[in-house]
């Protein structure tokens, strides 16, 4: 079974700092995905970026980039120039990429979470 | 709908009761998914239905829960005889089918309460 790992319950900077949260997971699938999904206090969660384990390039999305290392089975979360709006519940999650007929695939498995602050 | 909803939004309710949680997909989404997050947890997956048959019930954890999906649209998650243990938020997601991956499309949850 696979597990996802987030070590920092909390974590709080300033406005337009630079801030990692870090995700370490567990799997012995060779191909699957990797998402940091953030839920702000209305519950909705939304899908932040997402990382395909074959491609060895690191996913990318405006502000928010992430450090993939598939050896380490780490998947960090950078957001620079943070922002006030940036202020959530952070979980990273994994995914196998089975075709859905396949028990167990599609599911997303979460880690705990950390929950970050952007201070004024 | 432009988005999955979720009704009620929050549902109080004693202890050994009875309650129904319902989930509206995307328009046209296939899957169908339920989690359940725990205070100060991430959700854990609870069931998966293709269409209308649940392809993967292996997160329910015991025979009080059960879902249907009957027409392939809304979806009904029971609780039967309600605990405490079950109070959590409930979350729903949607999905295409079609490819090795498809993104989840989030409900705003349900929050329940057993009191």
């Known amino acids: 079974a696979q597990t996802v790992t987030q070590s920092q319950p909390e974590m709080s900077v300033q406005e337009a700092e630079t801030v990692t949260l870090s995700c370490t997971y567990d799997?012995?699938?060779?191909?699957?995905?990797l998402f940091w999904y953030k839920q702000p206090p209305s519950r909705q969660m939304i899908l932040v970026i997402r990382?395909?384990?074959?491609?060895?390039q690191n996913a990318t999305e405006n502000r928010f980039s992430v450090n993939f290392q598939k050896a380490a089975k780490s998947f960090s979360l950078k957001i620079s120039d943070s922002q006030l709006g940036d202020t959530a519940m952070y979980f990273c999650?994994?995914?196998?990429?089975?075709?859905?007929?396949?028990?167990?695939?599609?599911?997303?498995?979460f880690g705990q979470g950390t929950r970050l602050t952007i201070n004024p | 709908g432009a988005g999955v909803s979720q009704t009620p939004s929050n549902k109080v309710t004693e202890k050994g009761k009875y309650v129904e949680l319902r989930c509206d997909p995307i328009?046209?989404?296939?899957?169908l998914y339920w989690y359940r997050q725990s205070l100060g947890q991430g959700p854990e997956f609870l069931i998966y239905?293709?269409?209308?048959?649940?392809?993967?019930d292996s997160g329910l954890p015991n025979d009080r829960f059960f879902a249907v999906r009957p027409e392939g649209s809304v979806s009904t998650l029971k609780i039967q005889r309600t605990e405490r243990g079950d109070s959590a938020v409930y979350l729903c997601a949607s999905s295409s089918l079609g490819g090795q991956y498809n993104e989840q499309f989030f409900g705003p949850g349900t929050r329940l309460t057993v009191l």
């Open positions: 799997t012995s699938e060779s191909n699957y995905y």
């Open positions: 328009s046209g989404h296939t899957a």
């Open positions: 999650a994994f995914m196998k990429p089975y075709p859905s007929t396949v028990q167990g695939a599609q599911k997303l498995v």
């Open positions: 239905f293709q269409g209308t048959g649940a392809a993967d």
């Open positions: 990382q395909e384990a074959y491609k060895q």
